[in-house]
């Protein structure tokens, strides 16, 4: 008796909880799937049901191929600069834990990740600014001919790339140093006895006893890149104010496709490329996972 | 492994080695920390320049001439206090929204076991996966049928409940909270609203204090959401009124580092105060798996 009471205590006390979460979370995620299937132009009552016609047209989308590519490139861009240098960090840091400067190392590395992303953004606009920036400045310095950071395709998207990173790197760093902190200390004394060098005992013993952190902090840096948004909006908007006329990327295409073009159903089918994306990139983390336990 | 003996370098060589080894990691860290706030640090500098040195090389850290001329012009210019209202009211009442939440299903969920809260916590974990970008257009179109664009209330609808906030309180209840300590509190007559206000809340302040600073900073950088619910002027959160400012023509480069500047400053000082929390929360994420 006294059970079920407690039961239906706390059903009702979850329910308000529940509505909401379900109110702004699991009814658009079951919508985006249902309109995706749809045909629906913002203008237009009727949403007739067209199958997979929308997903048809996106693989022969060039708009959305170029979105699709030039996120791909940002979000490993970004994998490969952040993952590596966030681990050697965290290892310095780690290692410095008890420097007057440990505090200091921390902030400064995370503050990147805190900060608005627009000014932000705002000071990397003007350092890679062909004109005015410091960084072409600076080249010249080297005699390197001044580059056209936010102009040419291709070196956009490292400007990009640099940006994204520089805001990633904090959130690797501390989740890392969270993995540095829980390893064993017996393992290290053990190899240090045996006369491993520092650099030996982070390439054995570090690199495959952090996999799982590194697994977690890859597919959690991927996953974030893939919904860049912000920083294009800034970095490659060119003179007229047309944001991210350089860079295309999947949410700019979604938003565009929405809200300048009124195609709400084919926008959908987008998200859920994007969802399924996210999706894959999870499984593959939590596989990856498991076979690592199983061969223990 | 039959590594060779070696002979055993004396202990003040091995003190010393690792005294400029210290000074060495200390001395990269450093150069690499101050190189990762550059950018912010010289575009506050920017912002107290005039248009001339802001031309010069090497970028000066410290103006020769500093003047307030680009920040009465910005302030004269655009609402940006008002944007900044509009964040900062947003960011906290998103915060205490999700802590909220977090807190009664986060317990409930940790301490009222059955089938059905089972499956409610299985499906919060599954759509934790799901990005917010994903599902924000039919979450726009609940807004505009609401009406609730370019108000308070639209913005926050897609800031009210966090998966992993429920999920963090959820572990935490688990590991601090054991179940004889609630069952004594029943027997003593307790209702279950008085044991958790008054036992459970205080016990999770240092994981709710986690989680609102978390969830303030979220809403505070929010982009993509903010940039299609409030699409008018007074409406605007600070971060979409700078980027919509800087595609103007006639904004130059000091307007804008002033007004970045007047959002960076408060915004970093907030962090180095809370940073203690920040990091907890931010820490704990990483522990999902």
Not at chain 1, 72 to 85: C, D, R
Not at chain 1, 273 to 281: E, M, Q, Y
Not at chain 2, 26 to 47: Q, S
Not at chain 2, 53 to 72: H, Q, V
Request: aromatic fraction near 12%; charge should be positive.
């Amino acid at each position: 008796m006294l059970k079920r009471r407690r039961l239906i205590f706390s059903l009702l006390a979850i329910a308000p909880v529940i509505a909401i979460f379900a109110y702004v979370r699991l009814f658009p995620i079951g919508e985006i799937l249902r309109l995706s299937l749809h045909k629906w132009d913002i203008l237009s009552k009727n949403k007739p049901f067209i199958g997979l016609a929308n997903f048809q047209e996106l693989f022969g989308d060039r708009l959305f191929h170029e979105a699709l590519i030039n996120t791909s490139i940002i979000a490993f861009g970004v994998l490969v600069i952040t993952v590596p240098l966030a681990m050697v960090l965290a290892a310095l840091i780690f290692y410095r834990t008890r420097s007057r400067f440990a505090g200091f190392y921390e902030t400064t590395i995370f503050i990147p990740h805190v900060v608005s992303l627009v000014p932000a953004a705002m000071a990397w606009k003007w350092i890679f600014d062909a004109r005015l920036g410091p960084l072409n400045a600076l080249l010249s310095v080297f005699g390197i001919e001044p580059q056209a950071w936010l102009f040419d395709p291709k070196l956009s998207l490292i400007s990009v790339i640099i940006l994204c990173s520089w805001q990633a790197l904090g959130y690797a760093v501390l989740i890392y140093l969270v993995g540095f902190k829980n390893l064993p200390k017996s393992l290290y004394e053990a190899a240090k006895l045996d006369g491993a060098s520092g650099f030996q005992s982070f390439w054995h013993l570090s690199i495959p006893l952090l996999k799982p952190i590194s697994l977690y902090v890859g597919v959690a840096t991927l996953v974030s890149a893939f919904n860049v948004y912000a920083q294009v909006y800034v970095l490659a908007s060119d003179a007229q104010g047309a944001p991210g006329r350089q860079v295309r990327v999947l949410v700019l295409d979604m938003l565009e496709n929405t809200f300048r073009n009124y195609r709400v159903g084919y926008a959908a089918s987008e998200a859920v490329v994007l969802l399924v994306i996210v999706l894959i990139l999870t499984f593959i983390q939590f596989s990856l996972l498991r076979e690592k336990g199983a061969r223990k | 492994m039959n590594a060779p003996a070696k002979p055993l370098p004396s202990s003040g060589q091995l003190r010393r080695k690792r005294q400029a080894l210290d000074f060495l990691v200390d001395a990269i860290l450093l150069v690499f920390g101050l190189m990762m706030i550059l950018p912010l640090i010289l575009l506050v500098a920017n912002a107290f320049k005039t248009p001339a040195e802001m031309l010069s090389w090497p970028p000066s850290i410290i103006p020769a001439n500093p003047t307030l001329d680009n920040i009465t012009a910005v302030l004269s210019d655009t609402p940006l206090m008002l944007w900044i209202f509009n964040s900062f009211a947003f960011a906290v009442l998103s915060a205490m929204a999700i802590s909220i939440t977090s807190a009664i299903a986060g317990y409930l969920l940790a301490k009222f076991p059955s089938r059905i809260m089972n499956v409610l916590f299985a499906i919060i974990l599954a759509t934790a996966i799901v990005p917010f970008e994903v599902y924000m257009i039919p979450l726009y179109f609940q807004a505009q049928s609401l009406g609730l664009l370019n108000s308070l209330g639209g913005l926050l609808l897609g800031y009210l409940v966090m998966s992993f906030g429920i999920f963090l309180v959820r572990q935490n209840v688990i590991h601090s909270i054991p179940d004889e300590l609630l069952e004594a509190a029943r027997i003593d007559g307790a209702g279950e609203i008085w044991i958790f206000v008054r036992i459970v809340l205080p016990l999770l302040r240092g994981a709710l204090g986690a989680l609102f600073v978390l969830a303030f900073f979220q809403a505070w950088t929010a982009f993509a959401w903010p940039l299609i619910v409030a699409t008018t002027q007074p409406s605007y959160t600070i971060e979409v009124g700078l980027a919509l400012f800087q595609t103007g023509f006639t904004v130059d480069l000091g307007r804008l580092s002033a007004a970045s500047a007047i959002v960076l400053v408060p915004s970093v000082l907030l962090f180095v105060l809370l940073r203690r929390n920040f990091v907890e929360g931010v820490a704990s994420s990483g522990l999902k798996e």
